[in-house]
């Protein structure tokens, strides 16, 4: 895992060292006075215990020991931590004195400081209550002063943990759980909390508090090399930043990448996938062992499963008397039980199988491709076996292409996971729509594989399209199946792409559609993955409104394929009639729907685009069309912050600018000079006149960081050169805008010279920048 990077352990024990050494000097300077040393009562001299010991340091303590907990307990010091020190006394009348000369030149150092002082008793009583303080003295380390308190403040706590262990570790699983919660999962997070995030730093120790207890075993070493890594980031993180910080924010991720000796920050990202997965990995493993532990005693019969794989336990083991080492089909049988029944596999098992288990032939016997297949169609059960498989090395050996993908971070705001998890999760997410696909293994192998392009140059979906083929003949499917693969994941982005970037009423979009996909059984894999890929990549990519879309080009392009007219140009529905009846213009303001219907006319999208900008509502998708002489705009919005604007208020805004009688610009204008500009570097817009998209007009994408009146500045870019927008599809993904326009002139043409469509392109770039 860790490769050439360089490692700060010996910085870090360094420097602990040095601060207990500074520490022991504090604390022997803090015993004593300018006149000799401190008595019991805080009288100099009166101690003759004291003086019987002035030869040495034990008794220059005089009852007091100094206690770390915390990463300087840990010897995890980085250059930015807090010390967390505990003062013990065994009830000295002058101890609050010491600790204030203790702690007043830390202070004055500069140092981040978390200080309590406590006899032995006050101690295990304060960790009895305060699950914070149990966990630091469990793992305290003794500086300096008398070493019995210390020996003895632990192994009170200590034991206490040990005979409270039901109520403490359901509470510690209670605050993994919120840290999870709050902070998301290190390994899939764009900027990652090295500490409390899902597989980080406090999981580790976590499971280290589980093992204190004698309930679980201690992290192995595949844990602690991961463990180290994260202590190497956040030392790197804090030379960087020049402070203690935990989060990995984008703009400082290069720079932590070159402390560690890495390529870049993609390199960085890729490590720390690795180590956060793989502590999440043995996290759960520990938790089960809890869980076992407090449930009783194991149940002793044996559930088979499938063949040579039983359940024993709560988890999937192998049947007696099977050898792995004469079936190679067996680890993936026992992996597709495991996700059908809901199960996971148990540890040995998995290590057995993984050491043991024979390639498979190639092609694959069909009883390998069913069991892959099953595994698949278990659905989200089916991931955390998947995981298993991983974290045992099992899949790169039976997918080579799979070790190119792994852990690969995707560095963008609107995939939730890794290029491998988000696999696993859309096959997962795939298999609800088995029953509505003629091939149901061929959708679900395709899901997995939809993008394994993304680990080799170039365009994934072509680069995929070539590996998929390979693969699919590695599993022995036949070679039209493997056909249809290749072209499942070389157009696996058509349908959410055409459908939001392309007029659906212009019949050169469907027909280029249908000629693709070639077949009916192509386009209901195609419909079905569309769903499955956008919900696992996030939010942001999939919505209802990209959902209907969708659906009607399947529709569209079906009837197409079938030999059947294509259905009409859609009229107004009810409610948008209803609307049009106001003549002038009408709007109608529903949570984050907002529907402007009017006479069609030259800047009505990007007006009330406008006004929306100006209300502080971003546009993260849009459509645009006309019926008639009526034009529909839909638009989905949310407010930047806060409430929502007042519905009355916007509406009143939205006519009157339908109306010409307010001048958005003006506010736009305003506002812009109030905005921050983006904290990190972006890439530069792109202007893209599509060819050959469309008959009728000239297809106008555009490529742009998101802000505030993006849509009016375009729009407004497209009136300056005399173009009317026909149609539109508009869209935010994360931060950035992909905005398709079908513009046309004022002769209601496409754009055919040379010089016109070199002017629109400048124009519409000089707005953007």
């Not at 008959?695 to 993006?710: I, Q, S």
């Not at 149609?727 to 931060?735: D, F, P």
Request: charged letters at 25%; one cysteine or more.
């Amino acid at each position: 895992m860790r490769g050439d990077t360089r490692s700060y352990a010996a910085a870090r024990r360094e420097r602990a060292a040095n601060v207990d050494r500074w520490l022991t000097d504090l604390l022997r300077a803090a015993c004593g006075t300018p006149y000799g040393r401190v008595g019991r009562n805080g009288d100099p001299g009166t101690d003759s215990r004291a003086d019987s010991r002035a030869g040495d340091d034990h008794g220059a303590f005089g009852g007091v020991a100094l206690v770390a907990v915390g990463s300087l307990g840990r010897v995890e010091l980085a250059p930015g931590s807090d010390l967390d020190l505990v003062l013990l006394h065994d009830g000295r009348d002058d101890v609050a004195r010491i600790a204030d000369r203790l702690w007043y030149p830390v202070w004055d150092s500069g140092a981040g400081l978390d200080h309590s002082v406590r006899t032995v008793e006050e101690a295990t009583v304060v960790a009895e209550k305060d699950l914070k303080a149990a966990l630091g003295l469990i793992q305290a380390r003794h500086v300096a002063g008398d070493p019995e308190l210390t020996r003895a403040a632990r192994e009170s706590v200590l034991t206490g943990w040990r005979a409270d262990f039901r109520r403490r570790l359901a509470e510690l699983r209670e605050s993994a759980d919120t840290r999870a919660g709050a902070s998301g999962e290190l390994a899939f997070l764009l900027e990652p909390d090295l500490k409390d995030a899902r597989g980080g730093m406090r999981d580790v120790q976590a499971m280290q508090a589980v093992a204190a207890a004698w309930v679980a075993s201690a992290p192995g070493p595949r844990v602690r090399e991961a463990y180290e890594l994260l202590l190497d980031v956040r030392h790197g993180l804090h030379l960087v930043t020049a402070k203690g910080a935990d989060r990995l924010v984008l703009q400082e991720q290069d720079a932590v990448a070159g402390t560690l000796g890495l390529l870049d920050a993609e390199a960085l990202m890729r490590r720390l996938a690795e180590a956060g997965r793989t502590v999440a990995h043995a996290f759960d493993a520990t938790w089960r062992t809890v869980d076992r532990s407090l449930s009783g005693p194991v149940p002793r019969g044996r559930r088979p499963l499938a063949d040579g794989v039983v359940e024993h336990g709560g988890e999937v083991v192998l049947a007696r008397g099977v050898d792995p080492r004469k079936d190679p089909v067996l680890v993936l049988r026992a992996a597709a039980a495991a996700a059908e029944a809901g199960l996971p596999l148990a540890p040995a098992t998995m290590s057995a199988l993984a050491a043991q288990s024979p390639p498979l032939p190639v092609p694959w016997p069909d009883e390998a491709r069913d069991a892959l297949v099953a595994l698949l169609g278990a659905g989200r059960a089916a991931v955390p076996v998947w995981e298993e498989l991983d974290q045992a090395g099992v899949l790169v050996r039976l997918l080579p292409d799979w070790e190119r993908v792994r852990h690969r971070p995707q560095r963008n705001p609107v995939h939730r996971y890794t290029v491998d998890r988000h696999l696993i999760e859309t096959a997962a997410g795939a298999a609800s729509f088995t029953r509505e696909v003629s091939r149901p293994d061929l959708l679900l192998v395709s899901a997995l594989l939809h993008d394994i392009g993304k680990g080799r140059p170039g365009d994934h979906s072509a680069t995929g399209a070539v590996v998929a083929r390979d693969i699919g003949a590695r599993m022995g499917f036949s070679l039209p199946d493997v056909e249809t693969l290749e072209t499942v994941v070389r157009h696996h982005l058509l349908l959410p792409e055409t459908a939001t970037r392309r007029d659906l009423d212009d019949p050169v979009t469907i027909s280029r559609v249908a000629e693709a996909v070639g077949s009916r059984e192509v386009l209901e894999l195609l419909a079905a993955l569309a769903v499955a890929d956008g919900n696992a990549t996030g939010p942001a990519a999939w919505n209802s409104w990209k959902a209907s879309l969708v659906a009607d080009l399947v529709r569209r392009v079906r009837s197409v394929l079938s030999g059947t007219p294509p259905p009409p140009a859609p009229a107004l529905s009810a409610a948008q009639a209803s609307l049009a009846r106001h003549g002038g213009g009408a709007v109608r303001v529903h949570g984050g729907a907002v529907t402007v219907v009017a006479p069609d006319r030259v800047g009505l999208l990007w007006n009330a685009a406008g006004v929306l900008a100006a209300h502080r509502m971003v546009v993260r998708a849009a459509s645009a069309a006309s019926a008639g002489s009526t034009a529909v705009i839909e638009f989905s919005v949310i407010p930047e912050y806060g409430s929502p604007p007042d519905p009355a208020t916007l509406e009143a805004d939205l006519r009157l600018v339908l109306a010409g009688r307010l001048d958005i610009g003006q506010r736009l204008a305003r506002r812009a000079r109030s905005m921050r500009p983006p904290r990190v570097p972006v890439a530069p817009p792109r202007v893209t006149l599509v060819d050959d998209a469309s008959n009728t007009a000239t297809v106008v994408e555009v490529r742009a960081h998101d802000r505030p009146g993006l849509l009016w500045r375009i729009g407004r870019a497209f009136g300056d050169c005399g173009l009317d927008v026909r149609a539109a599809r508009v869209e935010t993904l994360g931060a950035e805008a992909v905005d398709v326009f079908y513009v046309v002139d004022r002769a209601g043409r496409p754009l055919t010279d040379e010089a016109q469509r070199a002017l629109v392109r400048d124009q519409v770039l000089a707005a953007l920048r």
